[in-house]
Protein backbone atom coordinates (compact mmCIF):
# COMPACT_ATOMS: atom_id res chain seq x y z
CA UNK A 1 0.00 0.00 0.00
CA UNK A 2 1.58 3.58 -0.88
CA UNK A 3 1.80 5.96 1.83
CA UNK A 4 -0.38 8.87 2.45
CA UNK A 5 1.25 11.77 1.30
CA UNK A 6 3.19 13.91 3.35
CA UNK A 7 1.09 17.29 2.13
CA UNK A 8 -2.25 15.51 2.21
CA UNK A 9 -1.52 14.74 5.86
CA UNK A 10 -0.54 18.48 6.04
CA UNK A 11 -3.71 19.39 5.88
CA UNK A 12 -5.76 16.65 7.87
CA UNK A 13 -4.18 18.72 9.06
CA UNK A 14 -0.54 17.74 9.92
CA UNK A 15 1.83 17.48 7.32
CA UNK A 16 4.02 16.29 10.00
CA UNK A 17 3.48 12.42 9.87
CA UNK A 18 6.54 10.73 9.20
CA UNK A 19 4.49 7.92 10.49
CA UNK A 20 2.39 7.86 6.97
CA UNK A 21 5.65 7.32 5.25
CA UNK A 22 8.56 4.88 5.91
CA UNK A 23 11.16 6.39 7.89
CA UNK A 24 14.87 6.98 6.43
CA UNK A 25 18.00 7.43 8.95
CA UNK A 26 19.50 10.59 7.12
CA UNK A 27 20.34 12.98 9.36
CA UNK A 28 21.40 16.49 8.23
CA UNK A 29 23.85 18.06 10.23
CA UNK A 30 23.13 17.77 13.72
CA UNK A 31 23.95 20.56 16.06
CA UNK A 32 25.84 19.79 19.25
CA UNK A 33 23.92 20.52 22.79
CA UNK A 34 19.94 20.80 23.80
CA UNK A 35 20.60 23.52 25.10
CA UNK A 36 21.91 25.56 22.94
CA UNK A 37 20.82 29.04 21.93
CA UNK A 38 18.26 29.41 19.22
CA UNK A 39 19.17 28.72 15.51
CA UNK A 40 17.62 30.80 12.89
CA UNK A 41 15.84 29.81 9.62
CA UNK A 42 18.15 32.13 8.00
CA UNK A 43 20.60 29.52 8.48
CA UNK A 44 18.99 26.31 7.08
CA UNK A 45 21.33 25.78 3.58
CA UNK A 46 19.96 23.60 0.72
CA UNK A 47 21.62 22.20 -2.03
CA UNK A 48 21.49 20.21 -4.94
CA UNK A 49 19.51 20.40 -8.80
CA UNK A 50 16.05 20.58 -8.90
CA UNK A 51 14.83 17.39 -10.10
CA UNK A 52 17.04 15.60 -7.36
CA UNK A 53 16.89 14.51 -3.27
CA UNK A 54 17.78 18.53 -1.88
CA UNK A 55 20.53 18.61 0.60
CA UNK A 56 19.73 19.89 3.76
CA UNK A 57 22.24 21.26 6.80
CA UNK A 58 20.75 22.88 9.24
CA UNK A 59 22.42 25.67 11.81
CA UNK A 60 23.66 24.68 15.14
CA UNK A 61 21.36 25.22 18.01
CA UNK A 62 17.75 24.58 18.95
CA UNK A 63 14.63 25.71 16.18
CA UNK A 64 13.43 28.79 16.41
CA UNK A 65 9.49 27.59 16.78
CA UNK A 66 8.25 30.61 14.43
CA UNK A 67 7.31 29.20 10.85
CA UNK A 68 8.56 30.95 7.74
CA UNK A 69 9.22 30.37 4.09
CA UNK A 70 11.97 31.08 1.01
CA UNK A 71 12.16 30.46 -2.47
CA UNK A 72 14.82 28.46 -2.99
CA UNK A 73 15.21 28.01 -6.43
CA UNK A 74 12.80 30.26 -9.14
CA UNK A 75 11.47 28.22 -11.33
CA UNK A 76 9.94 29.44 -14.68
CA UNK A 77 6.74 29.53 -16.45
CA UNK A 78 3.43 30.48 -14.94
CA UNK A 79 3.22 31.15 -10.85
CA UNK A 80 1.02 29.15 -8.67
CA UNK A 81 -2.19 30.68 -7.13
CA UNK A 82 -4.72 29.48 -4.52
CA UNK A 83 -6.77 26.56 -5.34
CA UNK A 84 -3.97 25.20 -8.12
CA UNK A 85 -3.15 21.53 -7.58
CA UNK A 86 0.65 21.01 -8.05
CA UNK A 87 2.35 17.59 -9.14
CA UNK A 88 5.32 18.02 -6.59
CA UNK A 89 8.20 16.05 -4.78
CA UNK A 90 8.22 16.42 -1.30
CA UNK A 91 10.93 16.22 1.11
CA UNK A 92 10.61 16.41 5.37
CA UNK A 93 12.76 16.98 7.84
CA UNK A 94 12.48 16.97 11.98
CA UNK A 95 14.02 19.87 13.10
CA UNK A 96 14.90 19.30 16.58
CA UNK A 97 18.23 20.95 16.80
CA UNK A 98 19.63 17.53 17.59
CA UNK A 99 19.81 15.18 14.92
CA UNK A 100 17.75 16.62 12.29
CA UNK A 101 16.50 13.88 10.89
CA UNK A 102 14.95 13.28 7.05
CA UNK A 103 11.54 11.99 7.87
CA UNK A 104 9.67 11.33 4.59
CA UNK A 105 11.26 12.04 0.83
CA UNK A 106 9.08 11.68 -2.59
CA UNK A 107 12.65 10.74 -4.16
CA UNK A 108 12.69 8.00 -1.88
CA UNK A 109 9.29 6.72 -2.30
CA UNK A 110 10.24 6.80 -5.98
CA UNK A 111 6.70 9.07 -7.62
CA UNK A 112 5.52 12.38 -6.68
CA UNK A 113 2.16 13.40 -5.02
CA UNK A 114 -0.28 15.73 -5.46
CA UNK A 115 -0.50 19.13 -3.51
CA UNK A 116 -3.28 20.93 -3.34
CA UNK A 117 -2.29 24.65 -2.52
CA UNK A 118 -5.11 26.15 -0.41
CA UNK A 119 -4.79 29.26 2.13
CA UNK A 120 -7.78 27.57 4.25
CA UNK A 121 -6.16 23.60 4.58
CA UNK A 122 -2.36 24.27 4.98
CA UNK A 123 -0.69 25.59 7.19
CA UNK A 124 0.50 29.23 6.41
CA UNK A 125 3.97 29.07 6.24
CA UNK A 126 3.19 26.05 3.53
CA UNK A 127 0.48 27.98 2.03
CA UNK A 128 3.27 31.12 2.17
CA UNK A 129 5.82 29.05 0.04
CA UNK A 130 3.67 27.75 -2.39
CA UNK A 131 1.60 30.62 -3.78
CA UNK A 132 3.77 32.21 -6.33
CA UNK A 133 6.10 29.88 -7.28
CA UNK A 134 7.02 28.30 -10.32
CA UNK A 135 7.64 24.89 -12.72
CA UNK A 136 10.95 23.81 -12.05
CA UNK A 137 11.52 25.98 -8.52
CA UNK A 138 12.56 24.60 -5.10
CA UNK A 139 10.59 26.53 -1.91
CA UNK A 140 11.00 25.68 1.68
CA UNK A 141 8.55 25.80 4.96
CA UNK A 142 9.10 25.61 8.21
CA UNK A 143 6.27 24.94 9.81
CA UNK A 144 6.10 25.64 13.46
CA UNK A 145 3.40 25.46 16.38
CA UNK A 146 2.79 29.53 15.53
CA UNK A 147 1.04 28.01 12.42
CA UNK A 148 -0.92 25.28 14.13
CA UNK A 149 -4.00 24.83 16.20
CA UNK A 150 -3.76 23.50 19.97
CA UNK A 151 -5.41 20.32 18.29
CA UNK A 152 -2.91 20.00 15.65
CA UNK A 153 0.10 20.29 18.13
CA UNK A 154 -1.86 17.72 20.86
CA UNK A 155 -2.32 15.24 17.38
CA UNK A 156 0.76 15.87 16.31
CA UNK A 157 2.47 14.87 19.88
CA UNK A 158 0.31 11.37 19.87
CA UNK A 159 2.55 10.79 16.37
CA UNK A 160 5.69 11.68 17.80
CA UNK A 161 6.33 14.81 16.88
CA UNK A 162 6.21 17.63 19.86
CA UNK A 163 5.94 21.17 18.10
CA UNK A 164 6.45 22.69 21.67
CA UNK A 165 10.56 21.38 20.96
CA UNK A 166 10.45 21.08 17.38
CA UNK A 167 9.69 22.29 14.47
CA UNK A 168 9.34 20.26 10.58
CA UNK A 169 10.79 21.59 7.84
CA UNK A 170 9.49 20.70 4.31
CA UNK A 171 11.25 21.52 0.99
CA UNK A 172 9.10 21.31 -1.79
CA UNK A 173 10.44 20.63 -5.83
CA UNK A 174 7.18 21.96 -7.57
CA UNK A 175 7.20 19.75 -11.05
CA UNK A 176 3.62 21.33 -12.54
CA UNK A 177 0.40 22.38 -11.85
CA UNK A 178 -2.48 20.09 -12.81
CA UNK A 179 -5.16 21.12 -15.57
CA UNK A 180 -8.41 21.57 -14.27
CA UNK A 181 -10.15 19.34 -16.92
CA UNK A 182 -9.49 17.16 -19.65
CA UNK A 183 -7.95 18.49 -22.92
CA UNK A 184 -7.29 16.71 -25.94
CA UNK A 185 -8.78 15.27 -29.52
CA UNK A 186 -12.40 14.61 -29.28
CA UNK A 187 -14.03 11.19 -30.07
CA UNK A 188 -17.52 10.87 -30.83
CA UNK A 189 -18.07 7.74 -28.28
CA UNK A 190 -20.89 7.14 -26.09
CA UNK A 191 -23.39 4.66 -24.53
CA UNK A 192 -27.17 4.07 -25.78
CA UNK A 193 -29.49 6.00 -23.05
CA UNK A 194 -26.66 8.60 -21.87
CA UNK A 195 -25.85 12.02 -23.11
CA UNK A 196 -22.86 14.03 -22.03
CA UNK A 197 -22.94 17.62 -22.96
CA UNK A 198 -19.04 18.98 -22.72
CA UNK A 199 -18.63 22.37 -23.52
CA UNK A 200 -14.93 22.95 -23.49
CA UNK A 201 -12.52 24.56 -21.60
CA UNK A 202 -12.60 24.27 -17.64
CA UNK A 203 -16.26 24.62 -17.43
CA UNK A 204 -18.28 20.84 -15.96
CA UNK A 205 -19.41 18.51 -18.55
CA UNK A 206 -23.21 17.18 -17.53
CA UNK A 207 -23.91 13.61 -17.73
CA UNK A 208 -27.64 12.78 -18.08
CA UNK A 209 -28.79 9.07 -17.53
CA UNK A 210 -32.70 9.41 -17.41
CA UNK A 211 -33.69 6.33 -20.07
CA UNK A 212 -36.08 3.59 -20.60
CA UNK A 213 -33.00 1.79 -22.40
CA UNK A 214 -31.67 -1.76 -20.22
CA UNK A 215 -27.54 -0.77 -18.94
CA UNK A 216 -24.96 -2.87 -20.27
CA UNK A 217 -24.39 -6.00 -18.00
CA UNK A 218 -20.68 -5.80 -18.37
CA UNK A 219 -18.41 -3.36 -17.41
CA UNK A 220 -18.51 -0.81 -20.43
CA UNK A 221 -15.62 2.15 -21.05
CA UNK A 222 -15.68 4.88 -24.05
CA UNK A 223 -13.35 7.37 -24.25
CA UNK A 224 -14.86 11.07 -24.96
CA UNK A 225 -11.83 12.89 -24.96
CA UNK A 226 -8.53 10.97 -25.36
CA UNK A 227 -5.83 12.72 -23.79
CA UNK A 228 -1.96 12.62 -24.58
CA UNK A 229 -0.33 11.78 -21.36
CA UNK A 230 1.04 8.73 -20.32
CA UNK A 231 -1.47 5.60 -19.59
CA UNK A 232 -2.47 5.07 -15.68
CA UNK A 233 -0.79 2.42 -14.12
CA UNK A 234 -2.87 0.45 -11.30
CA UNK A 235 -1.06 1.06 -8.68
CA UNK A 236 -0.74 4.62 -9.07
CA UNK A 237 -2.78 7.57 -7.55
CA UNK A 238 -5.02 9.45 -9.72
CA UNK A 239 -6.25 12.90 -9.71
CA UNK A 240 -9.71 13.34 -11.17
CA UNK A 241 -12.97 15.27 -11.46
CA UNK A 242 -15.82 13.42 -12.02
CA UNK A 243 -19.36 12.81 -11.70
CA UNK A 244 -21.57 9.66 -10.82
CA UNK A 245 -25.04 8.87 -11.40
CA UNK A 246 -27.99 5.89 -11.46
CA UNK A 247 -28.65 4.23 -14.63
CA UNK A 248 -32.56 5.30 -15.44
CA UNK A 249 -33.08 7.61 -12.74
CA UNK A 250 -30.58 10.04 -13.50
CA UNK A 251 -30.08 10.55 -9.42
CA UNK A 252 -26.48 12.15 -9.18
CA UNK A 253 -25.32 10.44 -5.92
CA UNK A 254 -21.63 12.26 -6.05
CA UNK A 255 -20.02 14.73 -7.49
CA UNK A 256 -16.52 16.29 -7.54
CA UNK A 257 -17.24 18.93 -9.89
CA UNK A 258 -20.19 19.90 -7.30
CA UNK A 259 -17.35 20.28 -4.82
CA UNK A 260 -15.54 22.05 -6.82
CA UNK A 261 -12.32 20.48 -6.46
CA UNK A 262 -10.87 16.98 -7.99
CA UNK A 263 -10.30 14.12 -6.13
CA UNK A 264 -7.25 12.24 -5.16
CA UNK A 265 -7.68 8.18 -4.73
CA UNK A 266 -5.30 5.23 -5.07
CA UNK A 267 -6.50 3.35 -7.53
CA UNK A 268 -6.31 0.11 -6.47
CA UNK A 269 -8.64 1.04 -3.44
CA UNK A 270 -11.86 1.85 -5.05
CA UNK A 271 -14.31 0.15 -6.94
CA UNK A 272 -13.52 -2.35 -9.25
CA UNK A 273 -15.25 -0.62 -12.25
CA UNK A 274 -13.09 2.00 -11.42
CA UNK A 275 -10.14 0.17 -11.08
CA UNK A 276 -10.18 -1.88 -13.89
CA UNK A 277 -11.91 0.95 -16.32
CA UNK A 278 -9.53 3.70 -15.74
CA UNK A 279 -6.23 1.42 -15.81
CA UNK A 280 -4.29 2.00 -19.15
CA UNK A 281 -6.32 5.17 -19.86
CA UNK A 282 -4.16 8.34 -20.91
CA UNK A 283 -4.13 10.83 -18.59
CA UNK A 284 -6.05 14.00 -20.33
CA UNK A 285 -8.65 11.24 -21.08
CA UNK A 286 -12.35 12.02 -20.05
CA UNK A 287 -14.16 8.48 -20.04
CA UNK A 288 -17.81 7.59 -19.85
CA UNK A 289 -17.98 4.16 -17.52
CA UNK A 290 -20.86 1.80 -17.26
CA UNK A 291 -20.72 -0.25 -13.99
CA UNK A 292 -22.42 -3.42 -13.30
CA UNK A 293 -23.60 -3.78 -9.63
CA UNK A 294 -21.02 -6.38 -8.87
CA UNK A 295 -18.21 -4.54 -9.62
CA UNK A 296 -19.94 -1.68 -8.23
CA UNK A 297 -21.29 -1.42 -4.41
CA UNK A 298 -22.22 -5.38 -4.75
CA UNK A 299 -25.66 -6.49 -3.41
CA UNK A 300 -25.50 -4.67 -0.24
CA UNK A 301 -25.50 -1.79 -2.42
CA UNK A 302 -24.43 1.84 -0.82
CA UNK A 303 -27.60 3.13 1.44
CA UNK A 304 -25.51 6.21 2.23
CA UNK A 305 -25.46 7.48 -1.48
CA UNK A 306 -28.98 5.92 -2.36
CA UNK A 307 -27.58 3.20 -4.39
CA UNK A 308 -29.29 -0.44 -4.35
CA UNK A 309 -27.55 -3.51 -5.04
CA UNK A 310 -29.37 -3.90 -8.34
CA UNK A 311 -28.64 -0.47 -9.63
CA UNK A 312 -25.99 0.40 -12.47
CA UNK A 313 -23.70 3.04 -11.97
CA UNK A 314 -22.70 5.34 -14.62
CA UNK A 315 -19.39 7.72 -14.32
CA UNK A 316 -17.73 10.32 -16.32
CA UNK A 317 -14.49 11.18 -15.26
CA UNK A 318 -11.54 13.55 -16.53
CA UNK A 319 -7.99 11.85 -15.79
CA UNK A 320 -5.92 15.26 -14.82
CA UNK A 321 -3.09 13.19 -13.34
CA UNK A 322 -1.36 9.60 -12.35
CA UNK A 323 1.81 9.46 -9.91
Known amino acids: MRRRTAIAAAALPLLL ?31 GAAGAKPVVAFPAGKPPLTSSSKIILAGTGQAVKD ?36 SAQLPKALFQALQGAKPGGRVLAVVSKDNLSPEQITQAQSQGTDFNTSS ?9 SMPKAASGTAVDSSIDGVKVDSPGGE ?30 K ?12 IWGTDKEFDSSWARNTPATFPLNQVIKGWSQGLTGVPVGSRVLISV ?12 QGGIKGTDTLVFLVDVLGAV
Open 17 to 47: AAACGSQTSTTASPSSAANAATASADGIKVT
Open 83 to 118: GDILKAKVTIYDWDGKQNKASSSDYDQGHSEFVTVS
Open 168 to 176: QVLVIDVES
Open 203 to 232: KAPTLTTKTDAKPPKDLVVKTLIKGSGPAV
Open 234 to 245: ADQMVLAHYTGK
Open 292 to 303: PPDLGYGSQGNP
